[in-house]
């Protein structure tokens, strides 16, 4: 009987595992400024991989991260053709009032042009940060959600028959 009680014992040691071996997940994950934080502090990609995991980081963190990185590539482009729409039309009409000339209507539309076209990639650049920014703010609400410490014995089968785990 002592023999039976020893066995489990070990066994139970043997497949309980203890927090040192992971990550410590004691605070919570959250996004600001399209970075994620933990602790306070900001992750760097070796980071993030090695708190989500492989699966989320190829699938979900990286498409998400490469979506934000174009949007904001797009944005430049846009804002800078808006800027050069409307600065090419405030000069236009200081110009024309410093120097009493008139303005042709066909260089406004143009100049309006010019900035409708430049409108158009920073509407898009706005869309592709926000469906990335939902897909970090999805990481980090699935990882927190993990996070809660809870006490499980479980029972069941491994690799060499009968398992038990005891996970806190």
Do not use: H, W
């Amino acid at each position: 009987m002592k023999r039976l009680i020893l066995i489990l014992i070990a066994a139970t040691c043997f497949a309980l595992n203890s927090n040192a071996q992971f990550i410590d997940n004691g605070g919570e994950l959250y996004v600001e400024n399209n970075m994620f934080y933990l602790n306070g502090m900001p992750l760097n990609d070796g980071e993030v991989l090695a708190i989500i995991g492989d699966d989320v980081y190829n699938n979900v963190y990286l498409p998400a991260r490469k979506k934000i990185k174009s949007a904001e590539t797009i944005g430049y482009i846009g804002g800078t053709m808006m800027g050069v729409g409307v600065g090419l039309a405030a000069g236009d009409l200081v110009s024309s009032a410093l120097y009493g000339t008139t303005g042709d209507s066909r260089r406004y539309l143009v100049y309006g042009g010019i900035t409708l076209v430049g409108l158009i990639p920073t509407l898009v650049s706005f869309s592709m940060v926000k469906n990335g920014r939902s897909a970090y703010t999805r990481i980090a609400e699935t990882y927190n959600k993990g996070t809660g410490r809870t006490t499980e014995l479980n029972l069941g089968p491994a690799s060499s028959g009968l398992g038990i785990a005891l996970n806190f």
